[in-house]
């Protein structure tokens, strides 16, 4: 049985920083296309990070921004670490599993077979 359960989340100033961490288990994590999405209030789901199997990053735009995306095979975990902090990072984080991921359309909700269950990050001014 496939398992994704995000944890990390919580209440932050703004300005500050955040690591967000996926474990995963009942599937071949290290094989496996991993990435973060989020979900603000009102909003679609957004593709923020990918990892693929043999460690290459992918970022909205190819530019890494304030989010970094790693992963921790011997784990089976992933980790999204957020930099600078904002009121508009106010969302749902879910993390993502697929057996591949197809080029650019790694952003695509569709790509993914299996999702975490969330986790809220709450950010105040």
């Known amino acids: 049985q496939v398992q994704l359960v995000e944890s990390g989340g919580g209440s932050v100033q703004a300005g500050g920083s955040l690591r967000l961490s996926c474990a995963g288990s009942?599937?071949?994590?290290?094989?496996?296309?991993m990435a973060w999405f989020r979900q603000r209030p009102g909003n679609q789901r957004e593709g923020l990070a990918a990892i693929l199997s043999d460690g290459d990053t992918r970022y909205p735009g190819y530019r890494r921004g304030r989010f970094t995306i790693t992963k921790d095979n011997a784990k089976e975990t992933m980790y999204l670490h957020i930099d600078s902090l904002n009121v508009e990072d106010t969302a749902i984080y879910y993390c993502a599993a697929a057996e591949y991921c197809t080029g650019g359309l790694w952003t695509s909700v569709s790509e993914y077979s299996y999702w975490g269950q969330g986790t809220q990050v709450t950010v105040s001014a």
């Open positions: 009942g599937f071949p994590f290290s094989s496996y296309c």
